[in-house]
């Protein structure tokens, strides 16, 4: 079993700061891409950021120059970053990981399950 645990989340002030942290566990052979979603009442989950294993990083337009993806391949963590928040940050952030289990399986797409990031104006 594999599973990606969120933390970081919660209540904060327009033009704010927050740092998310996601822990990849459980039976895992290899990470390649991690990254953070997120996904607002009314609103499909979107793209907020990405980072290969090299660590390039990739961001959607909204959160660039605010927000900052990192990881630790040895520790398989990734952590968000996110710095001048704004109300239409306020979303529920969903961690992300394409995970083999072995030297022979497929990288599979696994998901967190979410944590509540809140930006009152």
């Known amino acids: 079993q594999v599973q990606l645990v969120e933390s970081g989340g919660g209540l904060v002030q327009a033009g704010g700061s927050l740092r998310l942290s996601c822990a990849a566990s459980g039976s895992i052979f290899s990470i390649s891409v991690m990254g953070w979603f997120r996904q607002a009442p009314g609103n499909q989950r979107e793209l907020v950021a990405t980072?290969?294993?090299?660590?390039?990083?990739n961001y959607a337009d909204s959160v660039k120059d605010r927000f900052t993806i990192s990881r630790d391949n040895a520790k398989n963590m990734v952590y968000l970053q996110m710095n001048s928040l704004k109300p239409e940050d306020t979303a529920v952030y969903y961690c992300y990981a394409k995970i083999a289990r072995s030297s022979s399986s497929l990288f599979r797409d696994t998901w967190g399950q979410g944590t509540q990031v809140t930006v009152s104006s």
């Open positions: 980072i290969n294993k090299p660590g390039v990083p």
